[in-house]
């Protein structure tokens, strides 16, 4: 009965998908059903059947910041593909599907300045947005002004201000609140003249630089597994404690960036989680610091 229901109702929906496809660390066991969703009608209509079948469903966009179990997840994921963009003068009003790429690529070549940090970070404006994704000192939440979201609670979408938000390191509202989805946002930008363009082209040049020499881009990852600490960075504590190349089973601490863990081909979520809580424990018995993931959790 629900089967046929999410066959009729969303043409083009699948059985027992393997997230390990879908997730920028190739981790992770089978949806029961997954949707990918092009355009906002389709997302609402995926989030409203899912509610109403009540299904549990997990919105995915890039897949670059969470750890899928290996049993998988026992609901929908609903892919969020909707990627309009709209731009006017220093303003980009964008959806939520368009990927943090995409959107750095297209305030570049406009000549709008604030998001040069973003480049080389995978995954979509509405992930981004949740995790108030930043880099170099910067973030999403800086150029955020307005969020349009679908409430689950009153079934309705409501747009949310600036402030509204809570954007602070790598947190917002939507991270405390998962009745809030996120469909669109609207982006300012500064306007540079072409001279300060080729400045800032070149910043973002450099920060992919910095990236490659700095991370493990080769292998398989969530990025950062843990949120920094004030004022120091985990990755630098995990190394102090001496964890840099530990290794279970295909999983292992990166040598080059010892806060990204690394699928050395084959990895399972219970190796991460093994060595994730190996990291905190390590870090809070000899520094006394508790380290908190920055990575999301499905279906454990
Ligand atoms: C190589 C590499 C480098 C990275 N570098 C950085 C970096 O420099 N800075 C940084 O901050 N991050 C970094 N990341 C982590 C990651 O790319 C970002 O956090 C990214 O913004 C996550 O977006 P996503 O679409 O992939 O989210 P997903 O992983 O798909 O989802 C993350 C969470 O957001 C939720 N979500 C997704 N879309 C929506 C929506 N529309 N509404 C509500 N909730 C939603 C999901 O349900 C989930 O809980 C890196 C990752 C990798 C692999």
């Not at 027992?16 to 209509?45: H, R, V």
């Not at 954007?167 to 300012?188: G, P, W």
Request: hydrophobic content about 40%; proline content about 3%.
């Amino acid at each position: 009965m629900q089967t046929e229901r999410l066959e009729k109702e969303l043409p083009g929906f699948k059985k027992n998908i393997a997230l390990s496809d879908y997730t920028t660390f190739k981790i992770g066991g089978p949806a029961k059903y997954f949707y990918t969703a092009k355009n906002q009608e389709e997302f609402l209509k995926a989030i409203s059947l899912a509610k109403e079948l009540k299904l549990p469903f997990f919105v995915l966009g890039g897949g670059s910041n969470i750890l899928v179990s290996d049993d998988g997840f026992n609901g929908i994921v609903i892919r969020n593909q909707c990627s309009n963009f709209n731009i006017k003068d220093n303003r980009i009003l964008v959806e939520a599907g368009v990927r943090l790429e995409t959107l750095v690529s297209i305030s570049m070549e406009n000549q709008l300045a604030g998001l040069e940090w973003g480049a080389g970070i995978p995954g979509t404006v509405g992930g981004a947005i949740r995790g108030n994704a930043g880099a170099f000192g910067e973030a999403i939440g800086d150029i955020v002004q307005e969020v349009e979201i679908f409430n689950l609670k009153t079934e309705a979408k409501e747009k949310l201000s600036k402030s509204d938000c809570q954007f602070f390191y790598k947190e917002s509202i939507f991270k405390k609140d998962n009745n809030l989805i996120i469909l669109s946002a609207q982006m300012e930008f500064l306007k540079n003249n072409p001279e300060e363009a080729e400045i800032n082209k070149q910043k973002m040049i450099n920060y992919s630089i910095n990236r490659q020499k700095t991370q493990p881009l080769k292998f398989p990852s969530a990025g950062c597994v843990f949120k920094n600490p004030p004022d120091v960075s985990a990755g630098h504590l995990i190394d102090q404690c001496g964890l840099r190349g530990k290794t279970i089973n295909n999983v292992q601490i990166s040598e080059k960036h010892a806060n990204f863990f690394i699928n050395l081909g084959q990895g399972r979520a219970a190796d991460v989680r093994e060595l994730i809580e190996i990291a905190k424990k390590t870090v809070k018995d000899k520094l006394n610091i508790q380290l908190e993931e920055e990575i999301q959790y499905l279906g454990f």
